[in-house]
């Protein structure tokens, strides 16, 4: 079966400076891997998903990620965060043998940005 | 623009009354999806359609019902049996339903118990 955790439900920083979002999935089969955000009462967007190939993503808003199938991890990273990145981010997994319809998301991380 | 849309914005739903979530797409998509975001917690999937008139039961399907008689649109019906209906819902529609697929999202209805 498959799972994903997201370590962190709360992460705050500093306006400017870099952040991390940790995500780790288990599953016996290969994966898909997505980060999605939510701004404050509406849905969520793509930001970048891991499909096959190279194992940086890049996404929108300077966004990437890096698929490290060794340590079965899908960290999420900007390096210099601004304020409109306050928003709840969530990782996702799918297995490439089911269907849309069983993806599995994580419980969130809500980033926050202080001046 | 394409794109999802969802309505109302806010409802409330009284003791032992049926409310119906509407959702909309204009993005030709096949597969539509149903879920319910409670606070801190991930999202849980109620009903998924691959195709019209076509409905599958998600993980937390209890005391809701859906249709799908036509491509663009996929209704939530919150029956009176959901005894705890209080949450955020998301509809999301993709291409079809292949694990790789993108799923959108709608901006939401927030559903509240009077």
């Known amino acids: 079966a498959q799972s994903v955790t997201q370590l962190d439900s709360q992460v705050p920083v500093f306006e400017e400076a870099p952040v991390e979002l940790r995500c780790n999935y288990s599953?016996?089969?290969?994966?898909?891997l997505f980060w999605y955000v939510q701004y404050p009462n509406q849905g969520l967007q793509l930001l970048l998903k891991?499909?096959?190939?190279?194992?940086l993503v890049k996404g929108i808003n300077g966004f990437e990620a890096e698929f490290n199938k060794s340590q079965t991890s899908f960290h999420l990273r900007k390096p210099s965060v601004h304020i409109s990145d306050t928003a709840e981010y969530f990782c996702?997994?799918?297995?490439?043998?089911?269907?849309?319809?069983?993806?599995?998301f994580g419980s969130g991380t809500r980033l926050s940005i202080r001046p | 623009d394409g794109g999802i849309t969802q309505s109302p914005k806010y409802l409330f739903r009284k003791e032992g009354q049926n409310v119906t979530l509407s959702c909309e797409q204009n993005?030709?998509?096949?597969?539509m999806y149903w879920y319910r975001q409670d606070p801190g917690q991930g999202l849980r999937l109620i009903y998924y359609?691959?195709?019209?008139?076509?409905?599958q039961k998600g993980d937390i399907a209890e005391g809701y019902s859906v249709s799908r008689e036509k491509k663009e649109s996929f209704p939530l019906t919150v029956t009176s049996a959901q005894k705890n209906p209080t949450a955020f819902y998301l509809c999301?529609?993709?291409?079809?339903?292949?694990?790789?697929?993108?799923?959108?999202f709608g901006p939401g209805t927030r559903l509240l118990v009077l």
């Open positions: 891991y499909l096959s190939g190279s194992t």
């Open positions: 996702a997994v799918s297995s490439g043998y089911s269907s849309a319809s069983k993806i599995i």
């Open positions: 993005l030709n998509h096949d597969a």
């Open positions: 359609s691959q195709i019209v008139n076509d409905f």
């Open positions: 599953s016996s089969v290969s994966v898909y």
């Open positions: 999301a529609s993709s291409k079809g339903l292949a694990a790789l697929e993108t799923q959108y």
